[in-house]
């Protein structure tokens, strides 16, 4: 973290900021004051490469002219480190940090184009009193600012600019009222006005107290310049993967895998373990309901792989416990209920491994979701006119015809594509938001366009599910996916790795044409083609679970609401609902505005 101000900053301000972030950090921290007095970083280490004490920062480099304070690992960083020893730098460390402050210095701001890996850092120019900001292409590693024009603040969560006192923060209502349609507040807001994201693929430039922003990479699908028959894009797809695995195994502490029994954790599994000498270690997490425990095809294929395998059994009367921990480990609503699990499989990893390999990603990538297919298969009526499609779907979920058996299914062919992935993801319609929201806030944001997020990254030129992937690539993956891993490992200062989003795995994919990459039917045929020879069939083929949560099973000890409750959703609506008003109540709001209705919260559990 960070501040850049006109004002004197207070080293005590810095120092207490910082250390609300130790748990991303738990082996070493510090922190440096420019010589101006504009500018302080801070830092707290996992220490991943390069053990010694000369690997702390915030670094300087030689001039004592740049600083870095840097979060992630940039895999290609040795062949990095010798192109920029030819041009003359002299190395004084073994870790990437030094290296990718090197590549600043030698490319400016077009160093992150050459960065293979996950990344958030800033970079502190004393000599043109500039800060540059970037974050990796997919979103791996977060990043926040806060600016007001005098004052700027950067962090890797949210909680380090909320404990600095001088700041002002006003909630940002927009945002939250987006989390009911998004399950998640979509970037770049935050809960605070005051406060952005870092887009992923973007950096940030602070200079003479304005900010430019730049985008430096995006994925292209298209049917042209790749590989044009099934036999090539598996060859692609298979010398990829591998590679990017043993990219990701690079590490001077133990590393393992986390290991749920689908087809992405068991592939990259299988391939790491056929990479090192010794038995991986794996970990893997399981529920009390049987029916959504699939810890039998963990043991399976760690059985068959010879791993050292731990696995551990989450219960509703742990989740009700971990419930209440949300806000704290989030700082913003979050509504995937998998960050129970997901902070579950982490601290179990975390008792052996300090890095861990995920499967994280496929999906996305692969085509894997089972609403690609969905949307195949109930296309919309044709040639309903538009302001049908809006008005007919808003005024059903308002009425108590939602609540008839067939009207949901009828409904859902009416409304347009992006209100059907709002729903399918497991957020509300509009209409459905009427149900829980005071009528106030709800005639408030009438006007309000709910699904701005997913009209920005709407390709329609693309074919059906490309389209579906590029949006979910920049949505769902790094505001849920991404979001839910990264604070859920390094609450116990795990490092997790995902080579199945390597970009360059993710630009050759997209370059395979969808016929070949997602043939109707067969969600994640490309990768299940590299990996046969690999993983066992009953690996392979088994239908998809998905890391989910028995929700409707633990609804009545964790007293969610039900299906059969007086507003029309579900209990993932409900849980929604539940995550919403735990944040307003951890952070003191909704004393004087409150978005949701009691009726909402009929039965929830109580924060």
């Not at 491994?353 to 979701?369: C, I, K, N, P, R």
Request: charged letters at 25%; proline letters at 6%.
């Amino acid at each position: 973290m960070g501040i850049v101000s006109n004002q004197p900053i207070s080293v005590e301000t810095l120092t207490i900021s910082r250390d609300t972030l130790s748990h991303r950090g738990p082996d070493d921290s510090g922190h440096w004051v420019s010589p101006s007095g504009r500018a302080a970083l801070a830092h707290t280490r996992l220490s991943i490469l390069d053990l010694s004490s000369a690997g702390r920062q915030p670094l300087l480099n030689a001039q004592a002219s740049l600083v870095i304070s840097y979060n992630g690992e940039v895999y290609n960083f040795l062949a990095l480190r010798r192109e920029l020893q030819g041009f003359g730098h002299v190395f004084r460390t073994d870790t990437d940090t030094e290296v990718v402050l090197a590549a600043y210095d030698q490319w400016g701001s077009d160093c992150v184009r050459r960065f293979r890996g996950m990344f958030a850092f800033a970079i502190w120019d004393e000599r043109k009193q500039e800060l540059f900001l970037a974050r990796d292409r997919l979103g791996i590693k977060p990043l926040y600012y806060y600016h007001d024009g005098t004052t700027f603040v950067f962090a890797s969560e949210l909680k380090a600019i909320e404990r600095i006192s001088s700041l002002t923060l006003t909630v940002d209502e927009t945002a939250l009222y987006d989390f009911l349609t998004y399950m998640y507040i979509p970037a770049p807001k935050t809960p605070y006005t005051q406060v952005k994201k870092v887009l992923p693929a973007h950096s940030i430039t602070l200079s003479s107290g304005r900010l430019t922003t730049q985008c430096y990479w995006d994925v292209a699908f298209s049917d042209q310049g790749g590989p044009k028959t099934e036999q090539e894009a598996v060859e692609g797809v298979s010398h990829l993967l591998r590679d990017a695995v043993k990219s990701h195994l690079i590490a001077d502490v133990p590393v393992g895998c986390l290991l749920s029994g689908g087809v992405d954790s068991s592939g990259v599994t299988a391939i790491a373990q056929g990479l090192v000498e010794h038995p991986l270690q794996t970990f893997s997490i399981g529920f009390d309901v049987e029916s959504q425990n699939e810890t039998r095809y963990a043991r399976e294929v760690a059985t068959k792989y010879n791993t050292q395998h731990t696995e551990h059994i989450v219960s509703a009367g742990r989740a009700k416990e971990l419930l209440r921990d949300l806000p704290g480990i989030y700082d913003e609503p979050f509504g995937d209920s998998s960050a129970i699990p997901t902070f579950e499989v982490c601290e179990l990893a975390k008792k052996s491994v300090t890095v861990a390999l995920s499967g994280d990603g496929g999906d996305e990538v692969f085509g894997g979701y089972t609403w690609y297919e969905r949307h195949r298969i109930r296309r919309p009526f044709p040639h309903l006119p538009e302001i049908l499609r809006q008005f007919l779907p808003f005024a059903i979920d308002r009425s108590a015809l939602s609540r008839l058996p067939k009207i949901p299914g009828i409904v859902n062919r009416i409304r347009s594509p992006i209100e059907r992935h709002v729903l399918l993801v497991g957020g509300f319609s509009k209409g459905q938001k009427a149900h829980v929201l005071t009528p106030e806030v709800a005639r408030r944001y009438r006007d309000y366009d709910d699904y701005w997020y997913f009209k920005a990254h709407w390709q329609r030129e693309l074919p059906l599910v490309s389209r579906l992937q590029y949006l979910d690539l920049h949505t769902y993956l790094p505001d849920d996916i991404l979001t839910k891993v990264d604070r859920a490992s390094m609450a116990h200062g795990l490092e997790l790795r995902p080579p199945l989003i390597d970009h360059r795995l993710v630009e050759f994919v997209a370059s395979v044409p969808e016929k070949i990459r997602v043939p109707p039917g067969r969600l994640k045929h490309l990768l299940k083609m590299a990996l046969r020879g690999i993983l066992p069939s009953s690996i392979l083929e088994r239908p998809k679970q998905g890391f989910s949560v028995p929700l409707a099973v633990w609804a009545e000890e964790l007293r969610l609401p039900s299906t059969n409750n007086n507003w029309s959703g579900t209990v993932g609506q409900g849980w929604l609902t539940h995550v919403l008003r735990t944040w307003e109540r951890a952070h003191n709001f909704g004393g004087h505005t409150k978005l949701l209705s009691t009726r909402s919260l009929d039965g929830s559990i109580a924060p």
